[in-house]
C-alpha cells in the first residue's frame, strides 16, 4: 500500500540526494540542512520530538543565515536539448500529463482497491498517494523515453529543490507556527478584542467588518482555515447572524472566499506565494503576491456587496 | 477594560515587523515562534517539543512540492521547456493574456469538478503553462526582456492559485466545506453543506470576471512595458535564454 510512511521514505531519500550532492561540491552548510531535513523524514516517528525541535530550529538558523546556497548542475547545451526535442517530439508531454492524469485516475478509482484492512492507496491520504504512485510511474515513463539512467533522475530533482532552496522549508514551518499560535490562545484573545471595541450596528458595517477580519487575520496567520472559526466565532455569529438575522450558509461561504482573498496577499501562505516565486526562479519573491493583489482587492470589495445583498 | 493578557499577540508582531524589515522569512517565523513560546511562558524544552511535534504533523506539505520534480527535471533537460514554446508558436492566434484566460477557466471549471490536481506550480506552471505564455509574447514581439518574462511568470503562477481557490469550493467534498458545516453545527447552527457550496458560486463567477478581464487586458499591458523598456535601453540586445 501507497502509505504517508513510503512517501515520507521517498522524501528522505531525494533529500539525502540533495545532500550528497552539495557536500560533492563543498557546500557544507547547504548539506547538514538537507542532511537534517531527511533525518526528519526517515527517524522523525522514532525521534524524541524535542530532538526533532532542536534540529527544525538548527535548520531554521542555517536557513536563516544565508547557508543554504543553490548548487550548480550540468545541464545539456541548448543544440543538444533541440536535438532531443527533435527526436522525441510530442512523447516528451507525456510523461508530464501522466502525473496530473494518472492522480486523478488514481483518487477517483484505484482508491477503491481494498481488501480486509488493506488498501492499494490510504484513503485518509487519497491525493497525496495518488499523487506518489502516478509520480512513480511517471518517472518510469520518462526515464525509458530519454534512456537515461536512474541516477539522472535523482539528480534533476536536486537540481530543482536547490533552485527553491529555504523556501523549501517555509510552508511547514508557518504551518508549525500556526499550530503554535493556536496553543498560545492567540485567536481567542484576538476574538475578544474585536467583541470588546466593535460595535456595529449597520449591518453593511458588520458585514465589512467580518470580510476585512476574515482577509487580514488570514494574511496573518497565512491560512484561511486557521483564520474562519476565529473571526466567525468573534464576529460572524454574534454580529451577522444572531443580531442582524443573516443567513449562516451564505455567510460561511464567502466568508471562507474573503480568507482565500487574504491568502493571495501574505507571504505567510508560501506554498502558494513564496514557492512559486522560486520555483519560477523570479529574482523578487514578492512577485507572485503582485501580480494577485489587484483581483484579491477587488474580489473582495466585490464579496462584502454579495454578502449585504444575499445575506439579509 | 482589558482584563485578559494581550502577550500571545507578540509572535503576530514579530511577523509583521520582519516581513516589514525584510529580514529572511525562515529567520523571521523561527524568532516568533520563539517569542510566541516566551511569551506564553513556555519552559525550553516543552517549546521544542511542541515544534517538533508540529513539525512532523505538516510532513505531508512538501510532498506535493517534492514528488512531480524528479520527472519534471528529466523531461526539462530534454527540452520540454523549448517542445511548449515551439508548440504555442504554431497558434498564430495565441498570446500570452488569452492563454492564462483559456487556463484559467479550465483550472477553475476542473478544481469545481473535484479534481484540482490537473494543475499546480511544479507540474503544470514551471513546465508548461509560464514557457508557452513567454512564447507567445515572444512571437508577437520578437523580443523578451527578462522584466517582462518575470511579470509573465508571476501572473502564470497567480492564475493557478486564483482558478484553484475560487473553484474548489464550490465542490461539495472539498474540505473547506466539511470545515464550515462541522464548525456552524459546534456553535449550534445547523446549515446543509449542499447549500454553503452553491453560495459560493457568485464568488466564483466573479473571480473569474475580474482575473479574467485583468488577463485580457494584460497583453496591451505588456506590450507598454515592452515598449517603455526598449526606450530606457534601446542599445541593449534583447536577451534569449
Same mark, same amino acid.
Given at each position: 500500500?501507497?502509505?504517508?510512511?513510503?512517501?515520507?521514505?521517498?522524501?528522505?531519500?531525494?533529500?539525502?540526494?540533495?545532500?550528497?550532492?552539495?557536500?560533492?561540491?563543498?557546500?557544507?552548510?547547504?548539506?547538514?540542512?538537507?542532511?537534517?531535513?531527511?533525518?526528519?523524514?526517515?527517524?522523525?516517528?522514532?525521534?524524541?520530538?524535542?530532538?526533532?525541535?532542536?534540529?527544525?530550529?538548527?535548520?531554521?538558523?542555517?536557513?536563516?543565515?544565508?547557508?543554504?546556497?543553490?548548487?550548480?548542475?550540468?545541464?545539456?547545451?541548448?543544440?543538444?536539448?533541440?536535438?532531443?526535442?527533435?527526436?522525441?517530439?510530442?512523447?516528451?508531454?507525456?510523461?508530464?500529463?501522466?502525473?496530473?492524469?494518472?492522480?486523478?485516475?488514481?483518487?477517483?478509482?484505484?482508491?477503491?482497491?481494498?481488501?480486509?484492512?488493506?488498501?492499494?492507496?490510504?484513503?485518509?491520504?487519497?491525493?497525496?498517494?495518488?499523487?506518489?504512485? %502516478?509520480?512513480?510511474?511517471?518517472?518510469?515513463?520518462?526515464?525509458?523515453?530519454?534512456?537515461?539512467?536512474?541516477?539522472?533522475?535523482?539528480?534533476?530533482?536536486?537540481?530543482?529543490?536547490? %533552485?527553491?532552496?529555504?523556501?523549501?522549508?517555509?510552508?511547514?514551518?508557518?504551518?508549525?507556527?500556526?499550530?503554535?499560535?493556536?496553543?498560545?490562545?492567540?485567536?481567542?484573545?484576538?476574538?475578544?478584542?474585536?467583541?470588546?471595541?466593535?460595535?456595529?450596528?449597520?449591518?453593511?458595517?458588520?458585514?465589512?467588518?467580518?470580510?476585512?477580519?476574515?482577509?487580514?487575520?488570514?494574511?496573518?496567520?497565512?491560512?484561511?482555515?486557521?483564520?474562519?472559526?476565529?473571526?466567525?466565532?468573534?464576529?460572524?455569529?454574534?454580529?451577522?447572524?444572531?443580531?442582524?438575522?443573516?443567513?449562516?450558509?451564505?455567510?460561511? %461561504?464567502?466568508?471562507?472566499?474573503?480568507?482565500?482573498?487574504?491568502?493571495?496577499?501574505?507571504?505567510?501562505?508560501?506554498?502558494?506565494?513564496?514557492?512559486?516565486?522560486?520555483?519560477?526562479?523570479?529574482?523578487?519573491?514578492?512577485?507572485?503576491?503582485?501580480?494577485?493583489?489587484?483581483?484579491?482587492?477587488?474580489?473582495?470589495?466585490?464579496?462584502?456587496?454579495?454578502?449585504?445583498?444575499?445575506?439579509? | 477594560?482589558?482584563?485578559?493578557?494581550?502577550?500571545?499577540?507578540?509572535?503576530?508582531?514579530?511577523?509583521?515587523?520582519?516581513?516589514?524589515?525584510?529580514?529572511?522569512?525562515?529567520?523571521?517565523?523561527?524568532?516568533?515562534?520563539?517569542?510566541?513560546?516566551?511569551?506564553?511562558?513556555?519552559?525550553?524544552?516543552?517549546?521544542?517539543?511542541?515544534?517538533?511535534?508540529?513539525?512532523?504533523?505538516?510532513?505531508?506539505?512538501?510532498?506535493?512540492?517534492?514528488?512531480?520534480?524528479?520527472?519534471?527535471?528529466?523531461?526539462?533537460?530534454?527540452?520540454?521547456?523549448?517542445?511548449?514554446?515551439?508548440?504555442?508558436?504554431?497558434?498564430?492566434?495565441?498570446?500570452?493574456?488569452?492563454?492564462?484566460?483559456?487556463?484559467?477557466?479550465?483550472?477553475?471549471?476542473?478544481?469545481?469538478?473535484?479534481?484540482?490536481?490537473?494543475?499546480?506550480?511544479?507540474?503544470?506552471?514551471?513546465?508548461?503553462?509560464?514557457?508557452?505564455?513567454?512564447?507567445?509574447?515572444?512571437?508577437?514581439?520578437?523580443?523578451?526582456?527578462?522584466?517582462?518574462?518575470?511579470?509573465?511568470?508571476?501572473?502564470?503562477?497567480?492564475?493557478?492559485?486564483?482558478?484553484?481557490?475560487?473553484?474548489?469550493?464550490?465542490?461539495?467534498?472539498?474540505?473547506?466545506?466539511?470545515?464550515?458545516?462541522?464548525?456552524?453545527?459546534?456553535?449550534?447552527?445547523?446549515?446543509?453543506?449542499?447549500?454553503?457550496?452553491?453560495?459560493?458560486?457568485?464568488?466564483?463567477?466573479?473571480?473569474?470576471?475580474?482575473?479574467?478581464?485583468?488577463?485580457?487586458?494584460?497583453?496591451?499591458?505588456?506590450?507598454?512595458?515592452?515598449?517603455?523598456?526598449?526606450?530606457?535601453?534601446?542599445?541593449?540586445?534583447?536577451?534569449?535564454?
Amino acid at each position: 500500500m501507497i502509505s504517508m510512511t513510503l512517501l515520507y521514505y521517498v522524501a528522505a531519500i531525494l533529500f539525502f540526494a540533495v545532500s550528497f550532492f552539495s557536500f560533492q561540491d563543498k557546500r557544507y552548510s547547504s548539506a547538514l540542512f538537507w542532511f537534517s531535513y531527511g533525518l526528519i523524514f526517515l527517524l522523525g516517528d522514532f525521534m524524541p520530538p524535542a530532538l526533532v525541535g532542536a534540529l527544525v530550529v538548527l535548520m531554521a538558523l542555517v536557513a536563516g543565515f544565508g547557508g543554504v546556497i543553490g548548487g550548480n548542475y550540468q545541464t545539456l547545451e541548448l543544440q543538444q536539448r533541440l536535438e532531443s526535442v527533435k527526436r522525441l517530439g510530442n512523447r516528451l508531454f507525456i510523461p508530464a500529463l501522466m502525473i496530473p492524469l494518472l492522480t486523478v485516475f488514481s483518487a477517483l478509482v484505484l482508491l477503491h482497491i481494498q481488501g480486509d484492512g488493506w488498501s492499494l492507496l490510504d484513503p485518509k491520504n487519497a491525493t497525496l498517494s495518488a499523487l506518489g504512485l %502516478a509520480a512513480f510511474f511517471a518517472v518510469l515513463a520518462a526515464l525509458y523515453l530519454t534512456k537515461e539512467k536512474p541516477q539522472q533522475a535523482l539528480k534533476e530533482s536536486s537540481r530543482l529543490i536547490e %533552485a527553491i532552496g529555504w523556501a523549501f522549508l517555509l510552508p511547514q514551518l508557518l504551518a508549525t507556527l500556526g499550530l503554535l499560535f493556536n496553543q498560545a490562545g492567540v485567536g481567542e484573545t484576538v476574538s475578544k478584542l474585536t467583541t470588546l471595541y466593535l460595535n456595529l450596528n449597520h449591518p453593511l458595517l458588520a458585514v465589512a467588518c467580518y470580510a476585512i477580519g476574515m482577509a487580514l487575520f488570514t494574511v496573518i496567520m497565512g491560512n484561511a482555515f486557521a483564520a474562519f472559526p476565529v473571526i466567525t466565532a468573534g464576529i460572524g455569529i454574534p454580529l451577522l447572524v444572531l443580531q442582524h438575522g443573516g443567513d449562516p450558509a451564505i455567510m460561511a %461561504a464567502i466568508g471562507m472566499f474573503c480568507g482565500y482573498c487574504g491568502t493571495l496577499l501574505t507571504p505567510m501562505a508560501a506554498n502558494f506565494n513564496i514557492v512559486p516565486a522560486a520555483l519560477l526562479e523570479l529574482p523578487d519573491k514578492n512577485a507572485v503576491i503582485k501580480a494577485q493583489a489587484p483581483t484579491a482587492l477587488v474580489l473582495l470589495g466585490v464579496n462584502i456587496i454579495l454578502m449585504y445583498l444575499l445575506m439579509f | 477594560m482589558i482584563d485578559f493578557s494581550l502577550w500571545p499577540l507578540l509572535g503576530i508582531a514579530v511577523v509583521m515587523l520582519g516581513f516589514i524589515l525584510k529580514f529572511n522569512p525562515v529567520l523571521v517565523v523561527t524568532v516568533a515562534a520563539f517569542a510566541t513560546g516566551m511569551a506564553v511562558k513556555m519552559p525550553i524544552i516543552s517549546w521544542l517539543e511542541s515544534l517538533g511535534t508540529a513539525f512532523l504533523k505538516t510532513r505531508n506539505l512538501p510532498l506535493i512540492l517534492l514528488l512531480p520534480l524528479a520527472v519534471i527535471g528529466l523531461l526539462e533537460r530534454h527540452g520540454l521547456r523549448e517542445k511548449a514554446q515551439s508548440w504555442i508558436q504554431n497558434i498564430k492566434a495565441a498570446t500570452s493574456g488569452r492563454l492564462l484566460l483559456v487556463y484559467l477557466a479550465l483550472r477553475e471549471s476542473t478544481a469545481a469538478a473535484g479534481l484540482t490536481s490537473l494543475g499546480g506550480h511544479p507540474q503544470m506552471v514551471r513546465p508548461l503553462l509560464s514557457p508557452m505564455a513567454e512564447a507567445a509574447f515572444e512571437q508577437k514581439h520578437q523580443s523578451l526582456p527578462d522584466k517582462i518574462k518575470y511579470k509573465i511568470r508571476a501572473m502564470s503562477a497567480a492564475t493557478d492559485n486564483i482558478g484553484l481557490f475560487f473553484g474548489e469550493d464550490i465542490f461539495v467534498a472539498f474540505g473547506a466545506i466539511i470545515l464550515m458545516h462541522t464548525f456552524l453545527r459546534e456553535s449550534g447552527i445547523e446549515t446543509d453543506p449542499l447549500h454553503i457550496a452553491l453560495w459560493g458560486i457568485p464568488t466564483a463567477i466573479a473571480a473569474f470576471l475580474i482575473h479574467g478581464t485583468r488577463l485580457i487586458r494584460f497583453d496591451a499591458y505588456l506590450a507598454r512595458q515592452l515598449k517603455d523598456e526598449l526606450k530606457q535601453a534601446p542599445s541593449q540586445e534583447p536577451r534569449h535564454d
